[in-house]
């Protein structure tokens, strides 16, 4: 099946530094990229909608220079936090949109996650 | 606006059966997901409906009823391991997917 890596699955920062997060589609092209943050006990919480080739799309809320996403390619999509703060500390999980064409269903595949702590 | 109801926790035993129940007004319908998630890590996916009835897989089973907005997720023969979240997901008219808040559920020996 579809599978989509992403990396790194931890990492600690310092206050007011950057960090970047990869995701890639590893046997498939993502036209369509999610980006999700989840707080503890909490659902995923949307934070923007990336098309390869075109400009992300924000949820309410969401500060686009602070979360940058690139979506350059049918294979990588990147989230870049930064200048991070201690509020930031979260799991930052991406998610692709893949057309399944057995099953006639947009399958939504999840990149592993990562637990962003910044300190 | 959009909501998804699913209870915040059950608790079952092992060997037994649990339904997790999720109902949904949403703008538009394209189909509901069901997710597992374990703690600290990504929800995994565990089924699809799009049509109304029942579909079956393996110890798994999820249920649909468009008209009455309303689905469920059946895990029989219950295990340790599938002690996690369970994520009821929607996709609507806009194909974006709208999530509950996910049922925590607790497997006791």
């Known amino acids: 099946g579809a599978v989509v890596s992403q990396h790194p699955s931890r990492v600690i920062c310092k206050s007011g530094t950057s960090v970047k997060i990869e995701c890639r589609s590893l046997?498939?092209?993502?036209?369509?990229m999610f980006w999700y943050r989840q707080f503890p006990k909490k659902s995923l919480m949307l934070m923007a909608t990336?098309?390869?080739?075109?400009?992300?799309?924000?949820e309410q809320g969401v500060e686009k220079d602070k979360f940058l996403i690139n979506h350059a390619s049918l294979t990588l999509s990147t989230l870049t936090v930064t200048s991070a703060h201690p509020e930031d500390s979260s799991f930052y999980i991406c998610?692709?949109?893949?057309?399944?064409?057995?099953?006639?269903?947009?399958?939504?595949?999840f990149g592993s996650g990562t637990r962003l702590t910044v300190v | 606006g959009q909501n998804i109801d699913q209870p915040t926790e059950m608790t079952a035993t092992e060997g037994a059966i649990v339904q997790i129940n999720c109902t949904y007004q949403t703008s538009g319908f394209n189909g509901l997901f069901w997710y597992q998630q374990h703690a600290g890590e990504a929800p995994t996916f565990l089924s699809y409906n799009v049509l109304d009835g029942l579909e079956e897989k393996g110890r798994f089973s999820s249920f649909l009823s468009r008209s009455k907005g309303y689905s469920y997720l059946l895990l029989k023969e219950l295990q340790m391991k599938d002690s996690a979240s369970y994520l009821c997901?929607?996709?609507?008219?806009?194909?974006?997917?709208?999530w509950g808040a996910g049922t925590k559920l607790i497997i006791k020996p």
């Open positions: 997901a929607v996709l609507d008219s806009n194909y974006q997917l709208i």
């Open positions: 046997d498939f092209q993502a036209t369509t």
């Open positions: 990336s098309n390869e080739g075109s400009k992300a799309t924000y």
């Open positions: 998610s692709a949109r893949a057309l399944d064409r057995v099953a006639s269903m947009e399958a939504y595949t």
